[in-house]
Nanobody, 125 residues
Framework: VQLQASGGGLVQPGGSLRLSCVVS????????FGWFRRAPGKEREGVSC????????YYADSVKGRFTISRDNSKNTVYLQMNSLQPEDTAVYYC???????????????????WGQGTQVTVSS
């Protein structure tokens, strides 16, 4: 089982990036996926989550209206579309899931057991 995150880079404020999390070794439908980020000197923060049961989506207040999480089961990929990026979005972004539990709903007790390696997003002029 592998989660491979990519799509990060350097972008100017107001710009966009799309992160991808390609999963291998299992089919990702019916599993909840989350995107997290860790900025320098800060705690890891949950950014967004997509339910394993009905693809309901959830966002941190700091990214609501700017970021969109989605999945393409045919490509075994989870995406995070990030628009209107700001310097405070600068962080390493990680995708995560837990294959032990299908149909998880996103919430404060959602379990994330498998993590990708992270992709750096830098927002700077």
């Amino acid at each position: 089982v592998q989660l491979q995150a990519s799509g990060g880079g350097l972008v100017q404020p107001g710009g966009s990036l799309r992160l991808s999390c390609v999963v291998s070794g299992f089919t990702l439908d019916s599993y909840a996926f989350g995107w997290f980020r860790r900025a320098p000197g800060k705690e890891r923060e949950g950014v967004s989550c997509i339910d394993g049961s009905d693809d309901s989506t959830y966002y941190a207040d700091s990214v609501k209206g700017r970021f969109t999480i989605s999945r393409d089961n045919s490509k075994n990929t989870v995406y995070l579309q990030m628009n209107s990026l700001q310097p405070e979005d600068t962080a390493v972004y990680y995708c995560a899931t837990d294959l032990r539990y299908s149909d998880q709903e996103c919430g404060p007790y959602t379990s994330f057991h498998s993590w990708g390696q992270g992709t750096q997003v830098t927002v700077s002029s």
